[in-house]
């Protein structure tokens, strides 16, 4: 039983102590709901005390801005009403200005009233006065005013005449005082040899009985040195003399020496005539290669192609009117660098143009077209430079002229061909020169007589007074001038003077 009573005592010790915690965790949760009441009080309080200071923040602020809105209106309302004033002022001005101009408006119209009237009463009078001049004048209004057009006319064409001229002899004298100045400086610059020689082919034989070797038994010396050299072989009753024709001079060139070693190696045959051209041709080749780049360095115009030197070579065995022209191509180089050296231009393209512009002279006899086209081609072909093309091309104004050193050239190719000495012109040419320029002076209308002088470098035009004046005195000079340019090729310049003679003529009876 007293396991029983332990398991009863055991039973109610955990009742009561269950009951126990049951109390104590009862008066737990009264005090901690207590606690929370106490905080949520706490809290809303001081919530409420947060917003009071917010309300009253806001209060504050809401205040201050309606204090500082209200004294920036009054700031506003005050310069309203001074530019409210200001606007008063300007439009009682305005009306003021408006009755003042009102006013002189008024008297303006009464002027002008006056004026209209006084203006019809001049109409009048004049009306009477020219009535009165074309009666005592026996003329009428249109007739009076032809006459003084044509008066006016006269006299203005003289005045222009008389401007013209003088502008002109103005601009004259200064530019040729500025030419001589550049050209002389530059032709100073440069020695310029005078041609004293022409490449002739003219070969001298000891005696004529070497003209039968030349020719051979059935002439079959002279025709294998024809058909090997390309060249004809002149023997004629000249004594001692033998001459070299063909249109090729390089050709030329190597017959000529051909035949001065068979004269005066004396063994003449086929076998040898042949040994003797192929050796010719070989110093000639030689002397082309030579004399380009001696030209090359003389003209200093560096890095050129190696064909164009060659070209260049073989003019030293071509001649105009007796001037070498490779020693021309290197002469016009050189003043066309001096020449741009004085005007600022580029003195390279200048000087490269100056010494190519001749270029075509060394196949012109074998290429279709004149020598400026076929130099400007070949100039294209090796890659030079445009603007050196241009001077190529332009020095003979077979194309338009768009560089100052394509203008340079042209001059010095003009300075080197017409300086004392450096070309001759045979009879013929200079025959028909003269009466070309005489032909184009006739060919115009108004001109009596003309006469070229002093070489073929002036034309003297004689007009008839009676129907050209001066006016058309000094057209007429520039359109002669300028049909020449185009009509004929020559060195240097040529002088065109239009001279008006008018006579009067009365007997004393």
Known sequence: MEWVYAVIAALLGIGIGGIAGYFFRQQQYQQQMG???AMRKRLLEESEKQSREIVLAARDESHRMREDAEKELEARRGQLRQEEERLQRRRDQLDQRQEQMDRKEQTMN????????RWNDLEKLEAQRREELERVASLSTEEARALLLE????????DMARVIREEERYAQEDADRRAREIITTAVQRI???QVAELTTKTIEIPSDELKGRIIGRGGRNIRVFEQKAGVDVIVDDSPEVITISSFDPIRREVAARTMHKLVADGRIHPARIEQLLAKSRKEVTDTIREQGERAVYEAEVPGVHPEIVKLLG????RTSYGQNQLAHSIEVAKLASLLAAELGADQKVARTGGLLHDLGKAVDFEVEGTHATIGAEIARRYGVPEAVINCIEGHHHEVDQISLEAVLVEAADAISGARPGARRESLEHYIKRIRTLEEIAHSFTGVEESYAIQAGREVRIIVRPGEIDDLDALRLSREVARKIEDTL????????????ETRSVEYAK
């Open 110 to 117: 009464k002027r002008q009233s006056t004026i209209d009237k």
């Open 191 to 193: 020695a310029g040899e």
């Open 489 to 500: 090729q020559y060195p240097g310049q040529i002088k065109v003077t239009v001279i008006r």
């Open 35 to 37: 606690n929370l009441e």
């Open 314 to 317: 073989q003019l030293y065995f």
């Open 151 to 158: 008066q006016v006319a006269q006299e203005t064409r003289q």
